[in-house]
């Protein structure tokens, strides 16, 4: 079992930058990969940033590029999005998600709660 838990999302003005985490608990957590997803109002989640905790990247959505970027602190279990430049159409929920290593995405075993960031112009 593991158990995800995400903070740091509220509301940004345009061209504004927030952190988001993640803290992952439980005894099997290295054996999945973390990623970040996100859903937009009438919109499907889609995944934006993912990495495993030994460093490997297993994605990075080309419409986040250049602007996100995804790290993780292994000594705490968290994982990290950092959202650069933000944009109004960046405003979504954000989940953090972990996976099996090996698996897909589409195939999500855990999911946190979700954090809402909202970007105003």
């Known amino acids: 079992q593991v158990q995800l838990v995400e903070s740091g999302g509220g509301l940004v003005q345009a061209g ?7 803290v992952a608990s439980g005894r099997t957590v290295r054996n999945y990969a ?18 495993t905790w030994s460093g490997i990247g297993e994605a990075d959505a080309d419409s986040v590029k250049g602007r996100f970027t ?15 430049s933000l944009k109004r159409e960046d405003t979504a929920v954000y989940f953090c998600a972990a996976k099996r290593l090996g698996g897909t995405w589409s195939n999500v075993d855990y999911w946190g709660q979700g954090t809402q960031v909202t970007v105003s112009s």
Do not use: H
């Open 16 to 22: 504004g930058s927030l952190r988001l985490a993640c």
């Open 70 to 84: 995804i790290s993780r602190d292994n000594a705490k279990n968290t994982i990290y999005l950092q959202i650069n």
């Open 34 to 51: 973390m990623g970040w997803f996100r859903q937009a109002p009438g919109k499907e989640r889609e995944l934006v940033a993912a990495v």
